[in-house]
């Protein structure tokens, strides 16, 4: 059975307070948290939802008033069947580039960065395409730093991915002929907007080069936004899976999952086999069996966190244990108050001086590098450097 805990009732229910607290605590304890994500942690950056009235979706029926399409349709890959379909939804994307490109990371993307500097993210995984993760400080799978050359099997450096990106990136195009992958950049952005896709510069060079030796021109394919569509195919979907079946053996000691429905297929499943990797790994109970809202935080390891607006369906009963109802800036945002109060050395900041070289008196240290959440150095070394504390 899944346990309700309501963001608004903590304030005035102790026992819900406390629960809230301890899971809070477990948090911080924990060391692989396997985190997944949807749109709900990106409502507070600044995007407009393309549903209401006034957002983007109105705007693309501005320029194309006759054409019927329902939100999800603007996602579904067969719109690539009909050429109006098409171009609506490049004119589409165009539109949502624009408000991602002034949008910030929220509390929650910097929370998931937190917990990938202080050494607890076993990995984020987001349905998300607008890539405010990275902007956060996480590389995602559709970063160039992660990207394999080669006659390689893997298309990407597993081990430097901290965000796998399960719909694409909004920041990127590749070819529908070559397969190339670009930057997307402002004359592209411009293309889309008027519903006309640009041509694939690679294609357009080994066509020119063929040309310029008298050869038969090469069929050039045009350029389309780098993300997943339903029914469509991942172009790295032999290296996500494998990332995906990796973390579940590394035996992850908390799932959290924040800002989606849990409707996608393909979401439902990554997130029902990483449940049951982080319930296997949970700690064996021992004594009598505690009451779910008088445990303590070292209970809440090998739990799988939930939240969310709306509760999960009937369907995740057994898999889901806490429902925390609310909005996800407001959970992480306690999770970092609780955490700092119950674990204050945690926060405190570290940093490294070493002599500049001058030996007459003062001014002989300069700061080479500030860590948070480090283990004090011992043993020898300690007269080439001096080490202090400030609390963060």
Request: overall charge positive.
């Amino acid at each position: 059975m899944i346990l309700t805990l309501d963001l608004e009732a903590s304030a005035s229910d102790a026992t819900t307070r406390r629960t809230l607290s301890n899971l809070s605590l477990a948090v911080a304890k924990c060391k692989k948290i396997v985190v997944v994500t949807g749109a709900g942690i990106s409502c507070s950056c600044g995007i407009p939802d393309f549903r209401s009235s006034d957002g983007l979706y109105a705007l693309v029926k501005q320029q194309y008033p006759d054409v019927v399409l329902k939100g999800r349709d603007l996602f579904d890959a067969s719109l690539f069947r009909d050429s109006t379909s098409t171009a609506v939804f490049y004119t589409f994307i165009s539109q949502l580039k624009k408000s991602i490109d002034i949008a910030s990371p929220s509390p929650t993307h910097r929370f998931i960065k937190t917990l990938d500097t202080k050494k607890k993210l076993l990995r984020s995984y987001t349905q998300n395409i607008d890539g405010l993760e990275e902007r956060a400080g996480l590389i995602g799978t559709s970063s160039q730093e992660v990207k394999m050359h080669g006659k390689c099997k893997a298309k990407i450096r597993a081990k430097d991915v901290r965000n796998v990106q399960l719909h694409g990136d909004i920041h990127r195009v590749r070819c529908t002929l070559c397969s190339a992958d670009f930057p997307c950049r402002q004359e592209y952005v411009d293309s889309f907007l008027t519903g006309t896709p640009p041509d694939c510069p690679d294609c357009i060079a080994r066509s020119s080069a063929r040309v310029a030796r008298s050869a038969r021109a090469l069929k050039v394919g045009t350029l389309r936004p780098a993300i997943v569509l339903y029914d469509e195919p991942h172009p790295l979907g032999d290296d996500i899976g494998s990332i995906h079946s990796a973390d579940s053996a590394r035996k992850p000691d908390m799932l959290i999952i924040m800002g989606t429905s849990l409707k996608v297929h393909g979401l439902k499943k990554l997130v029902k086999d990483f449940a049951r990797a982080v319930h296997e790994s949970a700690p064996t109970p021992s004594g009598s069996a505690m009451s779910p809202l008088k445990k303590t935080a070292k209970s809440f390891a090998g739990k799988v966190i939930f939240v969310n607006k709306t509760a999960p369906g009937s369907e995740w009963n057994g898999i889901i244990d806490y429902h925390i109802m609310g909005e996800t800036d407001r959970w992480v945002e306690k999770v970092i108050e609780d955490w700092k109060k119950a674990r204050p050395s945690d926060w405190e900041i570290q940093k490294t001086l070493v002599a500049t070289g001058d030996s007459s008196g003062a001014g002989t240290f300069q700061v080479a590098k500030e860590i948070t959440n480090t283990i004090a150095v011992k043993g020898k070394g300690m007269s080439l450097y001096l080490e202090y504390y400030l609390h963060g």
